[in-house]
Structure formats: structure tokens, C-alpha cells
């Protein structure tokens, strides 16, 4: 156990007797923690962690089903039903695509998905494979009871205003990162980034250029900076003058700290999903009527000319620019982690190619971007049926967009927006099955779709 686990364990067993509340404020607080674990199993390539988050949601989940148990109700809200049976059908597929592994019998031989090393492994149903399933069906189920729990607009900005304090935190620890890595001073990873996975030691990654990379309290800096761009839509009733999650000039400052820790990050995910998220944003602003067609053009044309000429600015002026840019950018196919996402993707695909249905079993196949990762696991089949889920959610959002004045119309503007920008992010860097923030975005846009089909139907 770490000594974060130490601190964390007691605090957990007290809402697990006294209060789901509590248990559900940590959950949602610790989601953006990927790098923070509870206890840790295994060493080097073959460790794991308990993620924090996990810690708090498997108690919760815990205390909701006593909770049910004492009233004998298990019932799903009929309002949120169409998504959650569309998101347990996917499990439930998931589930099924394990028969691939006991089926191949070792027929089939997996490269290894690591750069250089080019070992062959027979496919045989291992642990592996149904430790990586319940991975799965414990991020669906949380998505679920997050959803149930977040239908009630109360509890929905509740949970709004936790998650944004949580990456207004994760934020300041990135700057700490930040001037560590510029100061030389030692930086105290040992506190939130203790995970011993294989995967949670992103903030030592640095660029050819020499420059550390941001990854705060996340595994890596991409995961990093999904998280933040994920979040920038809360800022945006602020923006609007139409509400506030904190306060009006607090969201906009965090929209300004989230901007910078997202360039600072040095990550592609950062500045590609920048720019997924502002073609979004004024996708709804059409939607919601609140711009024309002809100033939304000339917004984006505004913010294209704005943005290429500071960029090129501070290429041609500042040289630390240029060289981050060749290293997070323009060199990114010839680098070690292109090639390696490269080569995950193509083998994934071959692999797809022999077992087109099920694919291979869940947990089978690594593949670093959403769809081949999908197809190689779980075929068509599955995959078909995530889409159709991730669809049903988003629609339903976009289709109950109006004019965005009541506050359930702007909490369903920036949970549609969370989810699509998290899904497209997503394609560049696999399924974030792992990761809590992935689930509670999904949970919150799921909560908010009741009142898009009431508006319909009405």
C-alpha cells in the first residue's frame, strides 16, 4: 500500500459505513488522478495499480448496493434507460468475445506490441483477459450509477463544481511541474504520481529538445491534457454570462489556466483537441442560434489567422517553440512513440482481418487509438454497438440543444461537447477504459440526454 493508500483507506471505510455522499465526492475528485494509486502489485512491465479513484468508486458502488439491498429496488431510471441498456449491451459483447481466446487455442501468435522487440506469443484465454473485462464492466457500471445519480439538476451542478475544482488542482500541480522542470528542483513525484504501473511514469518524459513534459497528476501528458480539454466546456455558461459553475470570473480564469497547462503539456492530443473543441463550440453556437452562420465564418477565419500568426511568431522568434514543435508535431511519425502507435495499430489490424465478428477477446489486442482497438477485441460486433451507444448519447444531446438559457439546456451543451471532444481525442491515443474521467463524462452526458427527448417529445 502507499502512503497515500494509508491516508486515503481510512477516510474510505468511513463513507462506506456512513455516507455514499462522501464515497461519490472523492470518486468524482480523485477521476483525473490516473497517476495516483491506493496500492500497487507487480513489478516493472508486470505491475498494476488500485487507482485511487477506483478505490472510492468500488466503495461507493459498494454502499449503493446495500442500499438497494435494505429497499429491495434495482431498478434502472426509465428516463436514462435507452443509453444504459445500449452501453450494457456493449459489455455484454464484450463479455461474449472472451469465447475468441478458448477458440484460437493458440492458433494465433500476438507480437509484441512494444518497439524492437518482435516476440511472438501464442493466444490462449488467460486471467488477462477477464481481469481486463472487469476493468470494463466497472467503468460501464460507474457511468451508469453516475448517470442515475446526476439526472437531478442539483446534484448535477454538485458534481460540476467538484470536478472543476479537481482540475483547477491537477492544474496548479502541473505548474509545480512546470517550474520544477525549469528550476531543476526536485520534483515530488512520490506523492501523486506513486502508480507502479508500467504505464504511470509520464512525468519523466521529456522531448529531443530536452524539455520536460507535463503530465501532473496523469499517467502521461496526453491523458493530461484529455482531462483538461474534456473540462473546458464547464467554462462556458461563464463565457456565455449565463450561469457559472464556481463564479463567473473563476471559470473564466480556469478556461485561462486550462489554455496554458494545455500548451504547456507539450502534447499533440493538447493542441489537436483545441482545435476539435473550438469547431464543436461553434457547431453548438449554431445550434443554440446564439451566432449566425455568416459570423461563425468569420470567427473561425479570425481565430485561424489569430492563432497561425502567433504561432509562426513565436516559431520564428522563440527557439524552445520550434524545437517543441518538431518534437511534439512535425516529427511525430519518425519518433519511437509514432512508430510504435503505428505499429500497435497495423498488427491490431491484421488480427481484426483473420476474426472480423468478435475479434480476438477483449484484451487481447493492444492497439494506441480507439477504432482498430475495438475492431481487434471485439470485432464488428462490438464495436458496431459502442458506436451505436456513444451515437444514442451525443444525438440525443445535440437534438435537445435550444437557446441555452435554462441551466439544464447549458449543462447539456457542455457535457455533449465533453463527451464528443473525450471520444475524438480518444481515436489518437486507445480506449480510455483505465481512466475514471472517461466514465464520468460519459455518466454526465448520459444524465443530461432524459431532458433532450422530453423536449422532443413535447
Known sequence: MTPLGYILLPVGLA?????SKWLYRFFVFWTLFSASSVANFGEGDSGSALQVWMFFGFLWLSRLILERLSTLSFSLDRRILRPCLWLIAFLAVAALSLVMPAFIDGRLAITSPILGDGSETPLYLTTHNFTQLLYLIFGGTIAICVAHANIDKDQRHNTERIILFSAIFISAWGILQFVCNVTGIPYPDFIFNNSGSASGKGFLQTLEAGVGRISSTAVEPSVFAQSLISLLPLTLPAFLKRGSVISIPIDRLCAALFVVLLVLSTSSTAYLGIFILGVLLLAVL????????????????????????IVTLAFVSVPIVSQVANSALLNKSSSGSGLERLMTITLAWGYFQQFPVLGIGWGSATSHDLFVKLLSNVGVAGTLI?????FSVIRSNWRGLDDLVLPAELSRSVWFLALTVFLVTSVLIEFPLAFGNFWLVLGMAIATTWNAERSQAA
Not at 15 to 19: A, E, V
Not at 286 to 309: D, E, F, P, Q
Not at 386 to 390: E, P, S, Y
Open 15 to 19: 463513507g462506506l459505513l456512513f455516507s
Open 386 to 390: 459502442f458506436l451505436i451507444a456513444m
Open 286 to 309: 449554431l445550434r443554440s442560434h446564439l451566432i449566425s452562420v455568416a459570423k461563425a465564418s468569420l470567427l473561425a477565419l479570425l481565430a485561424a489567422g489569430g492563432l497561425a500568426a
